[in-house]
């Protein structure tokens, strides 16, 4: 009886594999696009907001460095299940259902993202598709197939991550503000500590890109390389800032409000920087989250219901998961950069730039303690950071209660859409 039910199962997925790949990779590149839309601004919603760049500007910049992360270091293998939130053996005689579950998971993290980059609401998209896996399994396999200890740590990073990056972003913000602009010669002491920022940034964003960008490639570095390169790129950096700041003159009646322009414009110039290289790290980082489920239909297909831990990538899901990423933040990704580079708090560049180096800082953290991390929480918490610098009052309260209420529902929402989704499906394909 087993092995008739197993043949019927390879039959299933050998009559529709054209069928079910085509599906999985229309909902993949919705779930780019829905990537692109929504959390690209953690990589450019500082910048806009501190208006260091144009909303075009950012737009196109984000683009290229993101498409380049994705391609370039996406990786050519991926996990079958992201993050390792449900236990595959559950689904070794039932492969179908695991195929269309993940797109029914793909399909319902990408209609919740589209309906939060509409209202400018910054969201997870891990936590959504973690959501949505949760939601078909629980529901309509097994309760036991969840890994719950994970999705408890992911719940616990509500309130984790934004707290260590707020808290980063308040004391870097603070130190400038103490050793730069609260000094009577503001733009001598700039001359003096911004070449440290500079190398501080170029620490950090070194670690980030090796940590989540080259992993990716099969170029993970040791932790003694990575962070021997990464000190070695930091000097270099600092060193190179200070001979450029140098040369940088202020006429000598220049006003404390003119030495604080000049400082912003020096502040300016490292959050692009930065960015570009969040964008990257992202890019890398965050595609896995379309394309990872996406590999796993396409290889549980085409290996005739065998699932592996492990799934190599076809030669067009990684464009494909680029261009998705391109196509929604060129179309949506406006909305929720508006949302956190001027909605939450005003920016500055120096304020800005303290929350993308504190935002990239606690992704290194959590990368070397293995805590469970959103990027998008993570820079909110940063912006907030900031904010409070300058008091409780600095913040909109009314925006920041919207993003606390979608950050909550994202879970709940993604799992109950999931499962009405694979409901259809199985009904549309008699199983």
């Known amino acids: 009886m087993q092995i008739k039910c197993k043949g019927l199962i390879v039959e299933i997925l050998s009559t529709y594999s054209v069928l079910l790949i085509g599906l999985a990779a229309a909902v993949g590149f919705f779930m780019a696009w829905g990537i692109g839309a929504n959390d690209v601004a953690n990589a450019m919603g500082t910048s806009v907001g501190s208006k260091a760049l144009t909303l075009k500007q950012a737009v196109v910049i984000a683009m290229v460095f993101e498409f380049a992360g994705a391609y370039l270091a996406g990786g050519e293998v991926t996990s079958t299940v992201r993050k390792g939130i449900i236990d595959s053996g559950y689904f070794v005689d039932i492969p179908h259902l695991l195929v269309l579950g993940m797109i029914s998971a793909l399909l319902a993290a990408s209609v919740w993202l589209a309906v939060a980059s509409y209202y400018g609401w910054p969201v997870s998209t891990t936590h959504s598709i973690i959501g949505a896996i949760v939601g078909f399994t629980a529901l309509s396999i097994s309760v036991d197939a969840v890994e719950w200890s994970k999705v408890l740590g992911i719940l616990g990073s509500w309130v984790i991550t934004p707290a260590i990056a707020g808290i980063f972003a308040y004391l ?176 500055t560049p120096s304020k800005g730039f303290a929350a993308e180096l504190a935002a990239a800082t606690t992704v290194v953290v959590a990368s070397g303690t293995g805590l469970p991390i959103s990027t998008t929480q993570t820079l909110v918490g940063a912006v907030i950071g900031v904010g409070l610098a300058r008091g409780i009052a600095a913040l909109d309260m009314g925006t920041f209660k919207k993003i606390g209420i979608s950050w909550v529902v994202t879970l709940p929402t993604g799992a109950v859409l999931s499962l009405i989704f694979f409901l259809i499906l199985r009904a549309l394909f008699g199983v």
């Not at 010669?185 to 700039?190: D, H, K, Q, S």
């Not at 000097?235 to 006003?255: L, S, T, W, Y």
């Not at 990538?313 to 998961?321: A, M, V």
Request: contains cysteine; proline residues 3%.
């Open 172 to 347: 870097i913000y603070m130190s400038a503000k103490k050793v730069i602009f609260d000094q009577a010669n503001p733009f001598l002491r700039a001359k003096k500590f911004v070449p440290v920022y500079m190398g501080l940034a170029g620490f950090i964003m070194s670690l980030v890109t090796i940590k989540k960008g080259l992993k990716h490639i099969g170029l993970g570095l040791d932790p003694a390389t990575g962070y021997t390169l990464a000190i070695s790129i930091a000097v270099v950096v600092a060193v190179i800032g200070f001979v450029v700041i140098q040369k940088i003159e202020m006429k000598a009646d220049a006003n404390e409000e003119e030495q604080h322009a000049s400082i912003e414009r020096i502040f300016a110039v490292l959050m692009i920087l930065t960015a570009c290289c969040m964008a990257f790290a992202h890019g890398s980082n965050d595609v896995a989250n379309a394309i990872g489920p996406l590999a796993a239909v396409v290889s549980i297909v085409q290996n005739e219901g065998a699932i592996n831990a492990k799934a190599a990538l076809e030669w067009w899901i990684l464009p494909l998961g680029g261009f998705g990423i391109v196509a929604g933040l060129a179309l949506f990704g406006h909305r929720v950069i508006k949302t956190i580079g001027t909605k939450i708090t005003h920016l």
